[in-house]
Nanobody
């Protein structure tokens, strides 16, 4: 069984910063892509940022230049540094990982979500 556990959400004023973390644990053979998605009320879930095991990165257009994704492969952990936060960044942020438990399977796993609220 594989679990993704997020931490670091909370409330912040516009212009502030938050850092999210997500740890993948359990019976893991390898972790490929890791990333963050978000979903605001009434909206579809959207990509925030993704990073491959080799370090290639993609960002959603709305966060480019403000958010930074990174990972620690040895700890199966992905981070999201969020700077210059705006009220429209308010959403539930979900961690996502594409991984293998045996070396032969491919599993897509999601975290439970962490709330980020940007408000004055």
């Amino acid at each position: 069984q594989v679990q993704l556990v997020e931490s670091g959400g909370g409330s912040v004023q516009p212009g502030g910063s938050l850092r999210l973390s997500c740890v993948a644990s359990g019976s893991i053979f390898s972790v490929n892509d890791m990333g963050w998605y978000r979903q605001a009320p009434g909206n579809e879930r959207e990509l925030v940022a993704r990073i491959t095991s080799g370090g290639s990165i993609n960002y959603g257009d709305s966060v480019k230049g403000r958010f930074t994704i990174s990972r620690d492969n040895a700890k199966n952990t992905v981070y999201l540094q969020m700077d210059s936060l705006k009220p429209e960044d308010t959403a539930v942020y979900y961690c996502n990982a594409v991984l293998s438990t045996t070396g032969w399977d491919v599993l897509v796993s999601w975290g439970q979500g962490t709330q980020v609220t940007v408000s004055s």
